[in-house]
């Protein structure tokens, strides 16, 4: 579920120092939350996780932005804590206003980590934290990245109810400025329900955030997806995003598959 964005160009909103800073690490930490309930067997596993994504949106200005990227991600998932590190490459192409460009390169790198914390005797409530650190790696003068360092952490408070899971997540995302500019830190938050038929998990959630920019709306974002264990060595997912105000991109979907190792 975790996805990063752009800017567009210098005298309007930058949409990646915003999005990017808060709603990708959120996204980041809620899949750090809940990563141990797709863990395979009752010991660790390493994986390699490749999805490939497109998202779309003007947030509110004339100019429309579309960002593809290509995401690897290396980890090792356990019932109980899971890390992972991963590093989008991005081509972002905006177009209107008189404004047609395309840049490419590397994103920003993304580390995150989660553990559950609590759980109770009949195991349907658990308590889970996560961290997640964003390096600055893109380049912010092409939208490609925020240009500085941004942290957060991440609680969630899971609850089974009739063979759903229901989940809750909060936390805060110390979001750093570059030179020249000037971003609130944010507050992430986002209710999720999942459920497990099979081998599948299917998943909706809405998440959202406080903007990082004074007079911005904030983002929010209704998502829907899949994660299917095709066997001991391979896993696909699939999900989809719309955005429900203008500080979010219009639309988004994704797709990958992970290897077990």
């Known amino acids: 579920m975790a996805r990063a964005l752009h800017s567009i160009v210098e005298g309007i909103v930058r949409p990646a120092a915003f999005k990017a800073a808060g709603a990708a690490a959120a996204a980041a930490a809620m899949a750090a939350l809940t990563w141990p309930g797709v863990a395979l067997g009752a010991g660790g596993n390493a994986y390699l996780d490749l999805s490939a994504g497109y998202r779309s949106g003007d947030f509110g200005t004339a100019v429309t932005s579309d960002l593809y990227d290509v995401t690897p991600e290396l980890g090792y998932v356990t019932p109980d804590y899971n890390v992972g590190v991963a590093l989008p490459l991005l081509v972002l192409h905006s177009e209107g206003d008189g404004v047609s460009a395309t840049d490419s390169?590397?994103?920003?790198?993304?580390?995150?980590?989660?553990?559950?914390?609590?759980?109770?005797?009949?195991?349907?409530?658990?308590?889970?934290?996560?961290?997640?650190?964003?390096?600055?790696?893109?380049?912010?003068?092409?939208?490609?990245?925020?240009?500085?360092?941004?942290?957060?952490?991440?609680?969630?408070?899971?609850?089974?109810?009739?063979?759903?899971?229901?989940?809750?997540?909060?936390?805060?995302?110390?979001?750093?400025?570059?030179?020249?500019?000037?971003?609130?830190?944010?507050?992430?938050?986002?209710?999720?329900?999942q459920r497990t038929i099979g081998r599948t998990n299917i998943y909706t959630a809405v998440q959202g955030q406080t903007s990082a920019i004074a007079g911005v709306q904030d983002p929010l974002e209704w998502d829907l997806g899949f994660f299917h264990i095709l066997n001991a060595d391979y896993a696909i997912k699939a999900d989809g995003f719309v955005g429900l105000s203008d500080g979010s991109p219009a639309f988004g979907i994704r797709s990958g598959f992970v290897r077990w190792f």
């Open 105 to 193: 390169g590397i994103g920003d790198l993304l580390l995150r980590g989660g553990a559950r914390v609590w759980r109770s005797q009949d195991e349907k409530t658990g308590l889970n934290a996560a961290v997640a650190l964003k390096l600055a790696t893109g380049d912010e003068n092409k939208g490609l990245g925020t240009g500085a360092t941004n942290y957060g952490g991440f609680i969630s408070l899971n609850r089974r109810v009739y063979g759903n899971i229901i989940t809750l997540m909060g936390g805060y995302v110390v979001t750093g400025s570059p030179a020249g500019v000037s971003y609130d830190n944010v507050v992430p938050y986002g209710v999720s329900v």
